[in-house]
């Protein structure tokens, strides 16, 4: 069992809008903002996307973005794409000693 | 250009070690934690623990305390992650991934897949 709590599965059509939720406690996503989201495709080491809450790394589409509402973290695809389908994970800081912890992992469907 | 590259596959037997190296380039090696995580065929990411290459201090989370051990050497820019007392469980693939201050997975390495059988 992970510690921070994702959807198995989204799924959406080209141009749609998705949300991933991201939900931990106050001791990690509510407690700081040290919040990442990695995009693994099928064979492939995981990418960062989004880091600190809201940032995207240079080279990621603005079709990414991040959010965060107390101990639950969001993450938005806009315009949805097939290369965006892939498998997302969040992961935070953490006070416990874990220090860092991941999401079990979101498959994205485009349809 | 700025990677990190990772030994190859390995075949253990239940009960032996494996000890994967990680080599980092077009960076400072010292400016940055090196971080080991593991995902098991099919599953999800488990952070295994990290090291200062600066300092060598390292960091674990209870599950590997005892049985992970992180290391590196600066005289090659390369980080190693030990696993002993091998069993099918610890079947998966091994990236090592540079780690900033807050704490992000910025770089990762192509991943190192350790099959544990007899």
């Known amino acids: 069992q992970s510690a921070l709590t994702q959807p198995a599965s989204v799924s959406g059509s080209p141009g749609q809008s998705i949300t991933i939720s991201c939900t931990g406690t106050?001791?990690?996503?509510?407690?700081?903002?040290?919040v990442s989201w990695y995009q693994q495709h099928p064979g492939k080491a995981p990418k960062v996307i989004i880091y600190d809450v809201t940032n995207r790394p240079s080279g990621v589409s603005s079709r990414f973005s991040g959010s965060k509402s107390a101990n639950t973290a969001s993450l938005t695809i806009s315009g949805l794409q097939a290369d965006d389908e892939a498998d997302y994970y969040c992961?935070?800081?953490?006070?416990?000693?874990?220090?860092?912890?991941f999401g079990g992992g979101t498959k994205v469907t485009v349809l | 250009q700025v990677q990190l590259v990772q030994s190859g596959a390995d075949v253990k037997k239940p009960g032996a070690s494996v000890k994967v190296s990680c080599e980092a380039s077009?960076?400072?090696?010292?400016?940055?934690?090196i971080n080991w995580v593991r995902q098991a065929p099919g599953q999800g990411l488990e952070w295994m623990g990290r090291i200062n290459p600066n300092t060598g201090g390292t960091i674990y989370p209870q599950k590997f305390q005892g049985w992970v051990t992180i290391t590196r050497d600066t005289s090659i820019n390369t980080a190693y992650m030990e696993v002993s007392r091998l069993t099918a469980d610890d079947s998966a693939f091994y990236y090592c991934?540079?780690?900033?201050?807050?704490?992000?997975?910025?770089?990762w390495g192509q991943g190192t897949l350790v099959t544990v059988s007899s």
């Open positions: 992961s935070s800081y953490s006070a416990s000693s874990t220090r860092v912890v």
């Open positions: 991934a540079r780690g900033t201050a807050s704490h992000t997975f910025d770089l």
């Open positions: 077009g960076y400072t090696f010292t400016g940055y934690f």
């Open positions: 106050s001791s990690d996503v509510g407690g700081y903002n040290y």
